[in-house]
């Protein structure tokens, strides 16, 4: 669980997040062969194709980064609301690791919740994996 009180330090990172590296767009259904593939690559409990296309029709938060018009990662947040929002997925193709990316990724959605509006002077972002070493280290 993280707990932020004030956005300062990520009103900044939304700029950097999109720079000639790699950009964060949102995700669609057209992107879910790359998506599923980094999925069964890097997760113990990969979810399928299915899974995915509920998240996009459910109005989750979807993204993905792009390297050079490449998907290298992709992370999905349900429950954006006043107190807390829920990483459901987060991943980063092996070839990609190390690199900042899911850091990065992790920040937007931080950033997003905090300039979404509904804010409140303290709130939770839940993270639940299978793989906890890997979000440590981010």
Avoid at 3 to 24: F, G, T, W
Avoid at 48 to 74: M, N, P, W
Avoid at 106 to 116: A, H, P, Q, R, V
Wanted: charged share 25%.
């Amino acid at each position: 669980i993280f707990e932020k009180k004030s956005p300062s330090r990520l009103m900044n990172n939304k700029m950097a997040i999109n720079d000639s590296r790699y950009k964060i767009r949102s995700m669609t259904d057209l992107d879910l062969p790359e998506v599923v593939q980094i999925e069964k690559d890097v997760h113990l409990l990969p979810w399928g194709e299915t899974q995915f296309l509920d998240s996009l029709v459910h109005g989750y938060y979807c993204k993905v980064v792009e390297v050079r018009a490449k998907i290298v990662a992709y992370g999905i947040v349900s429950g954006f609301d006043a107190f807390e929002a829920e990483v459901l997925r987060i991943a980063v193709n092996k070839l990609w690791q190390r690199k900042g990316i899911g850091r990065n990724l992790m920040e937007y959605f931080i950033n997003y919740l905090n300039c979404s509006g509904k804010k409140k002077s303290s709130w939770k972002l839940l993270f639940l994996t299978e793989q906890l070493d890997s979000c440590i280290q981010l």
